[in-house]
């Protein structure tokens, strides 16, 4: 896995992810808000709400500024000037993205150091990501390798073999997939409906573990 990412250290600026796909409902959000807190427990993090419908921005008026701050931004061609300037005040940036807007994902993709595609494991939901996985790459090619980009499985169900069975369409897009799936779980979306997230409900419990695990990811790849 690690062996695919792109070498960090070029870039002079504090980290920044994105978190997109296409398709509404594939748990952009909720990955953002709980990567967010994550990374939060010993480190700045600001989370970008890039969807009009504003999900992010509506959990954060309810965590009522227990949390990490949370703004929004409706404009693409604002996102990349704006996310840079606010990057030298936050040791992590998490873009949440939106959904069917191709100009505000495109601008992500240019924005981002990460682009983390949250992932159902269906066949249905990964061709909705064709279009994205195309983006990402015409950037790649050119902007030397960046950004480093990886699936990651979520919502997949205990108990079944489906994820494992999507690994391998995943191979196809020729995108790396991170280890180990986040599972369908109540607490994600409980947490998230009182404001908080299952780092505050079940600290110790299997949904935690799982966000450490990606965590642990993410912060190989830019050596944090
Ligand atoms: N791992 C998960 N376990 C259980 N429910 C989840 C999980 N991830 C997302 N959900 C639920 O799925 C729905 C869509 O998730 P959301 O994060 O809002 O997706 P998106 O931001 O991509 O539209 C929400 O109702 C959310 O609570
Ligand atoms: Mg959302």
């Not at 050119?142 to 169900?157: S, V, Y």
């Amino acid at each position: 896995m690690i062996s695919y990412w792109y070498f960090w250290r070029r870039f002079t600026q504090n980290p920044i992810l994105a978190i997109l796909n296409p398709k509404g409902g594939s748990g952009k959000t909720t990955l953002a808000l709980h990567l967010a807190h994550a990374l939060s427990l010993d480190s700045t993090v600001l989370l970008v709400d890039t969807d009009p419908q504003g999900s992010a921005r509506d959990w954060a008026s309810q965590a009522g500024g227990n949390a990490f701050p949370v703004v929004g931004i409706d404009r693409a061609a604002a996102l990349k000037s704006t996310v840079n300037q606010l990057s030298n005040g936050y040791d992590w940036i998490v873009i949440d993205g939106a959904a069917k807007l191709e100009e505000m994902g495109a601008h992500a993709v240019s924005t981002a150091h990460l682009v983390i595609i949250p992932v159902q494991p269906s066949p249905l939901d990964l061709w909705a990501c064709e279009s994205l996985v195309s983006q990402v790459k015409q950037r790649q090619a050119i902007a030397d390798g960046a950004p480093t980009t990886a699936f990651q499985i979520t919502r997949a169900k205990k108990g079944t073999n489906l994820a494992r069975e999507i690994r391998e369409v995943v191979k196809e897009y020729g995108l790396p997939l991170f280890d180990g799936s986040i599972h369908d779980r109540t607490i994600f979306a409980k947490s998230l409906a009182e404001g908080k997230t299952a780092l505050n409900l079940e600290p110790d419990g299997e949904a935690c573990w799982e966000i450490h695990h990606l965590i642990k990811q993410i912060k190989g790849a830019f050596d944090a």
